[in-house]
């Protein structure tokens, strides 16, 4: 069988098919330490916060269906982090298996070397094999583990830190990429 997918950034629009998929893992899963589930109106106001930031914010269609979701915030807010960015991404389980994942991660990590950024990390809620797995197929490397750092549905949950150095922006000097920073 034959799927039509399409990569576009994400609007507003999108905050009720996001919050469709997000809303499973908070309330069925430790993946996120969310506890409640985002309303609508909560969706679209961090998908104009991640724009306004100048991040990007992509949703991932399969057969004109929403099916996925990934983008990059401010690791930190001090300025010496402006280069490093922390990345989410979120797929429909039932889309989970096909490659669809690492086709948004390519997608994304392409977006955030094109704004000139230096370093990605991804922050997993452990256990999560598919997670640790995609991340480390894109090129990702354990940097961190935190132990009993969150806790959820009465048990404490590890967090491991996943990090990827861009491209051409991990061997240029920060003058090099400044202007395409994000500010």
């Known amino acids: 069988m034959t799927i039509t997918t399409h990569l576009r950034s994400a609007s507003a629009a999108d905050a ?4 469709a998929i997000y809303n499973t893992y908070v309330e069925t899963t430790t993946i996120t330490f ?3 589930a985002v309303t609508e109106q909560d969706m679209a106001q961090r ?3 991640v ?3 100048r991040l990007p914010w992509l949703v991932l269609e399969v057969d004109a269906k929403l099916v996925g979701y990934a ?3 401010k690791w930190r807010a001090r300025p010496a982090y402006r280069y490093s960015v922390e990345s989410t991404i979120y797929l429909d389980r039932e ?3 096909r490659g669809l994942g690492r086709m948004l ?3 994304l990590l392409d977006q955030l070397r094109e704004r000139g950024l230096h370093l990605v990390i991804g922050g997993i809620a452990l256990p999560n094999e598919s997670s640790v797995a995609l991340h480390e197929r894109m090129g990702f490397r354990k940097a961190a583990h935190f132990s ?3 806790m959820k549905f009465g048990r404490w949950i590890d967090v491991g830190y996943w990090e990827l150095q861009l491209g051409a922006t991990a061997r240029q000097s920060p003058t090099s990429v400044a202007a395409a920073a994000p500010g």
């Open 16 to 19: 009720a098919p996001i919050c």
């Open 34 to 36: 969310e506890e409640d």
């Open 47 to 49: 998908i104009a916060d």
């Open 51 to 53: 724009g306004a930031a």
């Open 71 to 73: 983008y990059g915030t």
């Open 95 to 97: 889309f989970a298996g």
């Open 105 to 107: 991660y390519s997608a």
């Open 148 to 150: 009993e750092v969150g």
